[in-house]
T-cell receptor, first 116, second 112 residues
């Protein structure tokens, strides 16, 4: 089956630093990847849609200058949390689909970010 | 616009009992519907999906869901709960362009 990986699985950083999270589709090419944020005991909130070779599309209320997304290849998308603050602490999950249509999204295992 | 409502943020059943997790959707187009399961500190795993074929959809781990257009529902069921079924369950509707809109989630507890 389709496998999506994320790295790192957990990261602790100091306030003001930047953190990069990688999302890789291991056995298929993903023209579209999605980034979600999940607070404890809550649902997933879509942050942005990452399209290979073009700018990401951000959902309303998500700061694009704070959450930088790069989708440089068909198997890799990165989310960089710039100048992280404690309120950015959360569980970040990516997903990938094969062609951006109505197909199934395959989810990565998530990255737990803690900003001190 | 699409939306999903999951009735009941927490459901508790005894081991061996029927599992019923409720999901109602709203969609302006024929919907694609999904059920995902999330174990603690993990990503989401697809249980099953409805894509306008058979209205009764069978998934992994003995789960199934029935699409009922007249009731705008897509409830998830399993005849006999196992302890390993304890997890968070999310219903989702496709929102175009591959996007998914998730419900609030239902935490399933299974008592021995």
């Amino acid at each position: 089956g389709a496998v999506v990986s994320q790295h790192p699985s957990r990261v602790i950083c100091k306030s003001g630093t930047s953190v990069k999270i990688e999302c890789r589709s291991l056995d298929f090419q993903a023209t579209t990847m999605f980034w979600y944020r999940q607070f404890p005991k809550q649902s997933l909130m879509l942050m942005a849609t990452s399209n290979e070779g073009s700018k990401a599309t951000y959902e309303q209320g998500v700061e694009k200058d704070k959450f930088l997304i790069n989708h440089a290849s068909l198997t890799l998308s990165t989310l960089t949390v710039t100048s992280a603050h404690p309120e950015d602490s959360s569980f970040y999950i990516c997903s990938a689909g094969a062609s951006g249509g109505r197909e199934t999204q395959y989810f990565g295992p998530g990255t737990r970010l803690l900003v001190l | 616009a699409q939306s999903v409502t999951q009735l009941g943020s927490h459901v508790s059943v005894s081991e061996g009992a029927l599992v019923l997790l409720r999901c109602n959707y709203s969609s302006s187009v024929p919907p694609y519907l999904f059920w995902y399961v999330q174990y603690p500190n993990q990503g989401l795993q697809l249980l099953l999906k409805y894509t306008s074929a058979a209205t009764l959809v069978k998934g992994i781990n003995g789960f199934e869901a029935e699409f009922k257009k007249s009731e705008t529902s897509f409830h998830l069921t399993k005849p006999s709960a196992h302890m390993s079924d304890a997890a968070e369950y999310f219903c989702a509707v496709g929102a175009g362009g591959g996007k998914l809109i998730f419900g609030q989630g239902t935490e399933l507890s299974v008592k021995p």
